[in-house]
């Protein structure tokens, strides 16, 4: 069974500063999905990136990049210019590409990043 | 575009009784999923459906039961609600697995 680990439980930052949350992941797919979420007070989670494991390039939207080793099973995220805004919940999750019951997200634990002005 | 739309987002239940959390999307999604969220433990699956018709147990299906007799809703149904279901509650659909889900905005069930 696929594992997500995320071995920071909280994270600060200064702002405008950056930072990267870190976030490991067990499995003997080939072919999956890898996404990092963020889950603000307000309790909604919102999809930040999504990464398809076929693809070397990393993705970005924005202020937020991740860096994807597949050998290593690494997927971490980083925040640029990091904003009050950014404060959260987050959360990486994995997701096979074969459908039914392994099509599944899969969380890890959640980092808790909080944002210092 | 309403979503996922969840309900209710809070609620106290008190020891025994039973509810229904309502989940109902307009997306035509065909996966549709219940997690809850502990405190320090991620989410975990409680059960899922891939179509209507179509339901499966999750990793923590104990205590909860799902029907999904449409595409667009998928019901959670607690019987006999213990303490241990304290939790918030997600609802989630995804149209296929490439895709990451949309969430419900969640309810929170306290149980006393």
């Known amino acids: 069974a696929q594992t997500v680990t995320q071995s920071q439980p909280e994270m600060s930052v200064q702002e405008a500063e950056t930072v990267t949350l870190s976030c490991t992941y067990d499995t003997s797919e080939s072919d999956y999905y890898l996404f990092w979420y963020k889950q603000p007070p307000s309790r909604q989670m919102i999809l930040v990136i999504r990464?398809?494991?076929?693809?070397?390039q990393n993705a970005t939207e924005n202020r937020f990049s991740v860096n994807f080793q597949k050998a290593a099973k690494s997927f971490s995220l980083k925040i640029s210019d990091s904003q009050l805004g950014d404060a959260a919940m987050y959360f990486c999750a994995y997701r096979s590409a074969y459908g039914g019951s392994q099509g599944n997200l899969i969380f890890g634990k959640g980092t808790k990043l909080s944002v210092k002005p | 575009n309403a979503g996922v739309t969840q309900t209710p987002k809070f609620r106290i239940l008190k020891i025994g009784q039973s509810m229904t959390l309502q989940c109902t999307q307009d997306?035509?999604?065909?996966?549709m999923y219940w997690y809850r969220q502990d405190p320090g433990m991620g989410l975990k699956l409680i059960y899922y459906?891939?179509?209507?018709?179509?339901?499966d147990k999750g990793e923590v299906p104990n205590g909860y039961n799902v029907s999904r007799s449409t595409t667009e809703d998928f019901p959670l149904r607690l019987e006999l609600a213990a303490p241990s279901q304290t939790s918030v509650y997600f609802c989630?659909?995804?149209?296929?697995?490439?895709?990451?889900?949309?969430f419900g905005s969640g309810t929170r069930l306290t149980v006393v």
């Open positions: 459906s891939v179509g209507a018709g179509i339901t």
């Open positions: 990464q398809e494991a076929y693809k070397q």
């Open positions: 989630a659909s995804s149209l296929t697995v490439n895709y990451g889900y949309t």
């Open positions: 997306m035509n999604h065909n996966y």
